[in-house]
Nanobody, 118 residues
Framework: QVQLVESGGGLVQPGGSLTLSCAAS????????MGWYRQAPGKQRDMVAT????????NYADSVKGRFTISRDNAKKMVYLQMNTLKPEDTAVYYC???????????WGQGTQVTVSS
């Protein structure tokens, strides 16, 4: 089992920056594809960014390309999402996700709120 705990959310002005962190517990972190998803009120949960288990391959939603960067530190069992040039439409609850390449249920954190507003 893997437990994920997000941190770093908050209120930021448009154009500002924020870094989200996700701390993982459990022994299989380095075997998981990790990702960040977000869900705005009344909307579905959408993928924001993913990173392969070795950190080599990343994937981003079109809406965040060039502004957000996902990274991971397998030694520390951490995943990060650096968010720059934030927009009001980035406002959402951001969730950390872990997925096994062999299938099975995903692992989810409890979410952290990001609000972009002046």
């Amino acid at each position: 089992q893997v437990q994920l705990v997000e941190s770093g959310g908050g209120l930021v002005q448009p154009g500002g920056s924020l870094t989200l962190s996700c701390a993982a517990s459990g022994g299989i972190f380095s075997m998981l594809r990790m990702g960040w998803y977000r869900q705005a009120p009344g909307k579905q949960r959408d993928m924001v960014a993913t990173i392969s288990n070795g950190g080599i391959t990343t994937n981003y939603a079109d809406s965040v390309k060039g502004r957000f960067t996902i990274s991971r530190d397998n030694a520390k069992k951490m995943v990060y999402l650096q968010m720059n040039t934030l927009k009001p439409e980035d406002t959402a609850v951001y969730y950390c996700n872990g997925r096994k390449y062999t299938g099975g249920n995903d692992f989810w954190g409890q979410g952290t709120q990001v609000t972009v507003s002046s």
